[in-house]
């Protein structure tokens, strides 16, 4: 089993910058990808970024050159850094694991005000 716990949304205004946090704990030498998801009341939930253990990362096209994933294998974090946020940012962003099994963390409420 993977737990996964995510950190660091909030309101911000448009233009403005969040940065979140997924930190994962339990069988972590079973995770291969780590990433992040969103859904937006009403919309169907979307790849945001993700990065591979050996580094290789992809990007949602809406958030190309405003989002960044990073990963830290050390802490067993991952980290997406928003910035130029748009009010069509505005979801719930869930932290997401894969290796033998998914695993899902509760997701946390990113707001960003026109």
């Known amino acids: 089993q993977v737990q996964l716990v995510e950190s660091g949304g909030g309101l911000v205004q448009a233009g403005g910058s969040l940065r979140l946090s997924c930190a994962a704990s339990g069988d972590i030498f079973s995770i291969n990808d780590m990433g992040w998801y969103r859904q937006a009341p009403g919309k169907q939930r979307e790849l945001v970024a993700a990065?591979?253990?050996?580094?290789?990362?992809i990007y949602a096209d809406s958030v190309k050159g405003r989002f960044t994933i990073s990963r830290d294998n050390a802490k067993n974090t991952v980290y997406l850094q928003m910035n130029s946020l748009k009010p069509e940012d505005t979801a719930v962003y869930l932290c997401n694991a894969k290796g033998i099994y998914v695993y899902w963390g509760h997701g946390t409420q990113v707001t960003v005000s026109s």
């Open positions: 990065v591979t253990r050996g580094g290789t990362i």
